[in-house]
């Protein structure tokens, strides 16, 4: 059964800082999706990783995957209160049935002023 | 264009009720998915529908759970009768089809008492 693990699963950081949130997979998969949620809102697609050595960027967010290793990480730069959210990561994988996606446990991010 | 609704936002019933929860896929979108997180822990599947079919419904915990979805538009998930465990926030997803990505809706958060 895959398991996907995040860690930390709560992260409360200042403002400026620079923090990574890890996510390690146990099996193969071809996708990985890095999502945020606020509270009451829905699951925001923020990357989708597709290959060994992808790294994306957006803003303050830098994500990257390691196929070889089943890691992914989410770097955070001088972090802003906006990004206070829960993240999860989420590995695609394929069965005779169809695809499904298999979730981390999200980690709740705080950015204090 | 809308995206994936669901519908109660909130809903807290007791032991033994029933409850049913909506959602409305975003238009055009023959997949359709629901999840489940409890207790603050991982995301996980619970089934799939490609149009109004069942394709892969692996991840219903038990025969309390039933979904359908009629005419392969919307789609409900009643639990009957709820138990205490099955509290917890229930997410619907939709895509054009299982390759791409899966919107999410904001989840409906239901609480057994």
């Known amino acids: 059964e895959l398991k996907v693990e995040q860690n930390p699963l709560f992260l409360s950081m200042q403002e400026g800082k620079n923090y990574t949130i890890y996510c390690n997979y146990s099996?193969?998969?071809?996708?990985l999706y890095w999502y945020r949620q606020d509270p009451g809102k829905s699951l925001e697609s923020l990357f989708v990783?597709?290959?060994?050595?992808a790294v994306k960027q957006e803003g303050r967010l830098m994500a990257s995957l390691d196929t070889k290793a089943r890691l992914s990480t989410l770097h955070i730069t001088a972090a802003v209160h906006d990004l206070s959210a829960t993240y999860f990561c989420a590995v695609r994988i394929w069965e005779t049935s169809g695809s499904r996606l298999t979730f981390g446990e999200g980690t709740q991010l705080t950015v204090n002023p | 264009e809308a995206g994936v609704t669901q519908f109660p936002s909130h809903s807290v019933i007791e032991k033994g009720q029933t409850v049913t929860l909506r959602c409305d896929p975003i238009s055009g979108h023959d997949n359709l998915y629901w999840y489940r997180r409890v207790m603050g822990k991982e995301i996980k599947f619970l089934l799939h529908?490609?149009?109004?079919?069942?394709?892969?419904e692996s991840g219903m915990p038990n025969n309390r759970f039933l979904a359908e979805r009629t005419g392969g538009t919307y789609s409900t998930l009643k639990v009957q009768p709820a138990e205490l465990e099955d509290s917890g926030v229930y997410f619907c997803a939709s895509s054009l089809d299982p390759a791409p990505e899966q919107y999410f809706g904001p989840g409906t958060r239901l609480t057994v008492t």
């Open positions: 099996t193969t998969s071809d996708r």
């Open positions: 990783l597709l290959s060994n050595g």
């Open positions: 529908f490609v149009k109004e079919s069942k394709q892969d």
